[in-house]
């Protein structure tokens, strides 16, 4: 899948006053446990993603799963981009680490997807438009953000 292709929807930053080795450690352990829930497992399957259950490596590495996603690329400590798709959506998160001054990573999630056909549409308005989405990813951040500290 060509990540770049697909339109960007969003981006969510924190500064995180860890360094970005914590970071990704606490990037790969927030994921498995967001995405490992069984309301994650249920609604993977409702909307028939390709990647229903967590697969692959451990850490994560390229080819690896998680209910929704599979990781297209992995750079430790830099990069980490997520792709799936399901009956109304074809969407990618990738995570990028980044020094900061002071011993600080900024963590960036940006998320891209297309919504082909009404049906697309309508998944659209409820999960992007009505604010659902960013409220998530914005958790997600903030938990990666918690719990990269917490190791200090």
Do not use: C, K
């Amino acid at each position: 899948m060509n990540i770049a292709a697909l339109p960007r929807i969003d981006e969510h930053t924190t500064l995180v006053t860890a360094r970005a080795d914590d970071v990704w450690h606490a990037l790969g352990e927030t994921l498995e446990q967001s995405f490992g829930r069984p309301r994650s497992t249920r609604y993977a399957r409702l909307v028939g993603v390709a990647d229903r259950t967590a697969s692959g490596t451990r850490p994560l590495t390229r080819g690896s799963a998680v209910a929704g996603f599979r990781v297209a690329e992995a750079v430790p400590g830099r990069e980490l981009a997520l792709v799936g798709r399901h009956h109304f959506s074809t969407y990618s998160l990738v995570f990028r680490l980044e020094e900061a001054e002071g011993g600080r990573t900024r963590l960036r999630a940006e998320t891209r997807a297309r919504f082909p056909g009404p049906f697309g549409a309508l998944y659209r308005l409820l999960v992007i438009s009505s604010g659902a989405h960013a409220l998530l990813t914005g958790r997600l951040v903030a938990a990666v953000r918690r719990r990269a500290e917490d190791v200090r």
